[in-house]
């Protein structure tokens, strides 16, 4: 009977907060909180981020004797895309897996934080995580091949929408798919598709008729037509469609995820 | 119950084995009975890693060529020619480190340690039946290579010993690898990085002439180059000439690789 006289000593809360106050609030905790999550791994995603993008940058030199100027451009021009991905859509669902498989995966569903708040300071740090990438894999390019980039403010949305679709892609891949095995494994295929099999890389007439045609649903090479297209003033794709398909991506991704966030178990 | 226990017959104490079993006899039946368990243990992977190394294999294979905008014949060689190479590397340099370090983490390493054979023989053991494994998912990468690209292969009786050696290598530089650094995710960082530098950086689907000077010393020490000259020479005529040097290059490696894994395992914890 003591401690029901203890426990009615404590004050019950005086109402929940809400507002745009307290989700700035949240959103700042949570940036925090992923930023000491990412902290563990940052040598390692460093390590990765440069050989992909530097990597690929100064490989692709010795698959010609001569390179082409175009085959260098395209892939100075793709690269930054897969700098922009390589966290939100392949690291962030590998972590979300592990944390399933280790168990803290529903501890991290239970803190008091509204799940968009949370899903926006995850997409804010998978865009800080890109962008110095970027940049260096550009600068890096433009020293070893001397191109011709001429870049306009229409970057800014593409950069925004490319790293944003594919963290909610990712952030569906890992929360709506239940099995963390399934996860690891279809992200582990996304490494794969992004850097061989969607025309990143590489002019789209260089593939198979029937993969280009697959290509034009899928996100990857739109998304690569936004970022090429504010890179240099090469004519390609209407870039209207690229930002149109590449929405409905990370609108659709972004509900499942909610979906599945949201529903209870 | 009394009745029960009355009835067996009492046993004498426990006598200890006179000497200690040793000798060539003792070794191969060491070598036989590890075979069994081994595979026991790795026949459920088999036909995850033959699905996986024509995946790598035949999927870079197929990538490769997509990244120049005309594949001339002579590309179209060198790029099925490599199908061997681009699925053995990642079987040796990333599957078996990573079984090893399964096994760290599962125990099953120290267990296969403390049975009572001789530790040479359970390295035999495990170097051969990877080795077999690696077998069909290279086999298979290539055929799908020659039938994208529809080049004409001449096959040598050289294609032998340059498969088998190139496969023993791998799998015992990947494990003796993954035995001398006792930090598993030491282990798993170093293979991942490896690999993508190897598959970008190294002359394998492209003319070793097209490296910058440098690169070209550094690949006549590192053995992927080795790798693949050795099974051109055995698929093709006239693309790989002089590969004497290749073949030592890549005994040398072998070499290396087992003694790492025999200091290791020879010494006590």
Redesign the interface.
């Known amino acids: 009977m003591a401690s029901s006289d203890a426990a009615a000593l404590i004050p019950p809360f005086a109402g929940v907060e809400r507002g745009l106050g307290r989700s700035l609030r949240d959103y700042l905790s949570m940036l925090r909180w992923h930023l000491a999550g990412i902290r563990l791994w940052i040598m390692l995603l460093s390590a990765v981020q440069v050989l992909a993008g530097v990597g690929f940058v100064l490989g692709i030199s010795l698959f010609f004797r001569h390179i082409p100027t175009s085959a260098a451009l395209f892939v100075s021009t793709g690269v930054p895309v897969i700098n922009l991905l390589l966290v939100g859509l392949v690291f962030g669902p590998q972590v979300v897996a592990m944390q399933k498989n280790a168990g803290n995966y529903e501890y991290t569903r239970t803190l008091p934080v509204n799940r968009a708040v949370n899903a926006a300071a995850w997409a804010t740090v998978c865009l800080a995580a890109g962008l110095p990438a970027m940049v260096i894999s550009l600068v890096v390019a433009e020293l070893r091949y001397g191109l011709d980039l001429q870049i306009s403010p229409m970057i800014v949305p593409a950069v925004l929408l490319t790293s944003f679709a594919g963290t909610m892609i990712g952030y569906a891949i890992a929360h709506a798919i239940g099995n963390p095995m399934a996860t690891q494994l279809i992200s582990q295929l996304i490494v794969f598709v992004i850097f061989g099999f969607a025309p990143i890389l590489y002019p789209i007439s260089q593939m198979p008729g029937w993969l280009a045609t697959l290509n034009w649903w899928f996100p990857f090479r739109q998304m690569a037509v936004m970022v090429r297209a504010a890179l240099t003033p090469m004519p390609g794709s209407p870039v209207g469609t690229a930002y149109l398909v590449v929405g409905v991506w990370a609108v659709v991704s972004a509900g499942l995820a909610a979906w599945a966030l949201g529903r209870r178990q | 119950m009394t009745a029960a226990v009355a009835a067996t017959e009492p046993l004498g104490p426990l006598e200890p084995r006179r000497g200690l079993r040793s000798g060539f006899p003792y070794w191969v039946e060491s070598l036989r009975c590890m075979f069994r368990y081994d595979w026991g243990r790795l026949r459920q992977w088999v036909p995850m890693t033959v699905v996986i190394q024509t995946c790598m294999g035949a999927?870079?294979v197929?990538?490769?060529g997509?990244?120049?905008?005309q594949i001339t014949p002579e590309r179209a060689l060198f790029i099925a020619t490599g199908a061997p190479t681009l699925s053995l590397i990642p079987l040796g340099f990333v599957m078996v480190p990573n079984g090893v370090m399964q096994e760290k983490l599962g125990g099953t390493f120290d267990y296969v340690w403390s049975l009572p054979v001789r530790r040479s023989a359970q390295i035999a053991s495990t170097f051969t039946l990877y080795t077999l494994m690696a077998l069909p998912g290279t086999v298979l990468a290539l055929l799908v290579a020659t039938w994208r690209y529809g080049v004409h292969l001449s096959v040598s009786p050289l294609l032998l010993p340059a498969v088998l050696l190139c496969a023993v290598m791998a799998v015992t530089v990947g494990y003796g690898m993954a035995l001398l650094i006792p930090n598993p995710l030491v282990t798993n960082?170093i293979v991942?990085?490896l690999i993508?530098?190897v598959l970008?950086?190294s002359?394998i689907?492209?003319p070793a002439s097209?490296?910058p000077g440098w690169?070209f010393d550094v690949h006549r020490v590192l053995p992927f180059e080795s790798m693949a000259q050795v099974m051109r020479a055995g698929l093709s005529t006239g693309l790989a000439t002089d590969v004497g040097l290749s073949f030592a290059v890549l005994g040398a490696w072998t070499l290396a690789g087992c003694a790492a894994a025999a200091w290791v395992v020879g010494r006590r914890h």
């Open positions: 999927g870079m197929l990538m490769y997509f990244f120049y905008p960082v991942n990085a993508f530098v970008l950086f002359p689907v492209y097209q490296l690169l």
